[in-house]
Structure formats: C-alpha cells, structure tokens
C-alpha cells in the first residue's frame, strides 16, 4: 500500500485492543469504534445500531430505522 495515500490521523489512532467484559445486544453484522475510541458502533441483522459507551459498558443509544440488516458503518463525526 502506499503510505503516502493513507490518512496520518488514520496511523495515530489508540483503539482499546480488548474488551474485558460482554456488550450484549443481539447478532452484530458490523462494528465500528470512533475516531476517540469510546464508543463502539454495532450494526444489527434487524437494522438496528447499538452504539456502546465503552468506559461504562452501557448501551449509549440505539437507533431505528433501517429495514434490513446493517452491512457496513462509518461514523460522520
């Protein structure tokens, strides 16, 4: 690959390496963590995103409103 194409903040990022306990919110198809690190995207079979809050294990939010399951993610902020 060529580095030179490659987003920097891309190489910088410090993602957790490993979760120690289970977020459990149904089949994930997808999953995603923030630029930070401290959320976790989980795209669902039903169409549902999970979004967990990674220093609490809680389920931050979840949104509705896709008809089929979740093939891909990307968080826009």
């Excluded at 060529?2 to 120690?20: G, H, I, R």
């Excluded at 977020?23 to 198809?29: C, E, K, P």
Aim: aromatic share 6%; with cysteine; net charge positive.
């Amino acid at each position: 690959m060529n580095l030179s194409l490659v987003d920097p903040f891309v190489l910088a990022q410090d993602y957790p390496e490993s979760l120690s306990a289970h977020l459990r919110s149904g089949h994930a198809t997808c999953l995603r963590f923030n630029r930070t690190g401290d959320f976790l995207a989980s795209g669902r079979v039903d169409g549902t995103v999970v979004i967990f809050d990674i220093e609490t294990n809680g389920v931050a939010r979840k949104l509705r409103g896709h008809t089929r399951q979740m093939q891909s993610l990307r968080h826009a902020i």
